[in-house]
């Protein structure tokens, strides 16, 4: 079956066959804002006012998905207490947004993030 033939859920979910949880999250944040863009577009055809601006504060919660995406798959080189620098990811300490920390401060810290209370572990 060609990717004309299939539905387009089907042609999504075949993008995301394979990849990591963190490759995952990198391309749907990209899928968000691509959607974003989309919503932006056909706002701007839109002559009714209120369904314009229905159709531009969904292209805001897209950029919002994107941006939290985006913050929870970028990684940091340096942890955010004592700015030790981190340049090898095992080093590292972080939670899920990806608030970064090394071993000292985590351990210090009971392995708790200080921006989310969320576990800090090991980076992969
Ligand atoms: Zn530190
Ligand atoms: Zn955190």
Redesign the pocket.
């Known amino acids: 079956m060609s990717n004309k033939d299939a539905a387009p859920e089907q042609v999504m979910a075949s993008l995301f066959v394979g990849l990591s949880r963190h490759e995952q999250m990198a391309l749907l944040g990209r899928l968000e804002n691509a959607g974003a863009g989309i919503y932006r577009a056909l706002a701007a055809q839109e002559k009714n006012a209120k369904a314009r601006e229905a159709l531009l504060s969904a292209a805001g919660r897209e950029e919002e998905n994107g941006g939290l995406l985006r913050l929870m798959t970028t990684h940091k080189h340096g942890?955010?207490?004592?700015?030790?620098p981190l340049p090898n990811r095992p080093d590292a300490r972080v939670c899920s947004f990806q608030c970064t920390?090394?071993?000292?401060?985590?351990g210090a810290m009971d392995h708790v993030c200080p921006n989310c209370g969320g576990p800090l572990e090991r980076a992969a």
Not at 79 to 84: D, I, L, Q, Y
Not at 101 to 106: D, I, R
């Open positions: 942890c955010e207490k004592c700015g030790k920390f090394c071993a000292e401060c985590a």
